[in-house]
Structure formats: structure tokens, C-alpha cells
């Protein structure tokens, strides 16, 4: 079955990078985007990045763009967020997300905590 595990999460200072993983199984990865979501409590999940097929149909967030920066690895099937310079407000619940035949699957999620 599709299984998405997001891993990379942490406590992080004010300024500092993060990589994200989205490792997947199940599915033929390289035939589908990838997304990646954010989530704050109590509040619905929000798009941050898009990963498209290629890499020329890849892009982020207005309110994150210039600091997220989605990619691929088809070989190892997994998918990445690379976020510099973060910020407090960056604080949030990290979810990837692939769309197969009109159902979303979703990984469990990676806390970020950013200290200011």
C-alpha cells in the first residue's frame, strides 16, 4: 500500500536550515508530484511547496518563496523541503502529501520548532 514517512523535523534557532524527507513506497513514484504541507494548531493544513514530475514544474509558496525549495530523488523515491533562514512563524507540522486517482495520500507528519 502507499506509505509516506516524512522524517528531518527538529528544534532549530532562528537563521538556521532544515531538510525535509518524504520517503515513499507503494506507488510508482516517479510518475506523480509531490507535495508539501504545513500545518499550525488548530488550523488547516496550507501548501508550501510543489514538486512537479520535473524539475522545471517545481515551485513554492508566495509566503515562503526564496527560503523553501522543493526536490526529488526518483531513485530513492523520496521527496525533500530544503528551508533556510527560518523563522518562528515557520513553527509547524510538516506533511507531504501525493495525489493517486482522486484519493490524497499523507505521510504522519514532522514537527519544526524554531527558537527565536
Known amino acids: 500500500q502507499v506509505q509516506l514517512v516524512e522524517s528531518g523535523g527538529g528544534v532549530v534557532q532562528t537563521g538556521g536550515s532544515l531538510t525535509l524527507s518524504c520517503a515513499t513506497s507503494?506507488?510508482?513514484?516517479?510518475?506523480?508530484?509531490m507535495m508539501w504541507f504545513r500545518q499550525y494548531p488548530a488550523k488547516a493544513r496550507e501548501l508550501v511547496a510543489f514538486?512537479?514530475?520535473?524539475?522545471?514544474?517545481?515551485y513554492a509558496a508566495d509566503s515562503v518563496k526564496g527560503r523553501f525549495t522543493g526536490s526529488r530523488d526518483n531513485a530513492k523515491n523520496t521527496a525533500y523541503l530544503q528551508i533556510n533562514n527560518l523563522r518562528p512563524e515557520d513553527t509547524a507540522v510538516y506533511y507531504c502529501k501525493v495525489p493517486i486517482s482522486r484519493y490524497d495520500y499523507w505521510g504522519q507528519g514532522t514537527q519544526v520548532t524554531v527558537s527565536s
Open positions: 514538486i512537479g514530475i520535473t524539475d522545471s514544474s517545481t
Open positions: 507503494g506507488f510508482t513514484f516517479r510518475q506523480y508530484p
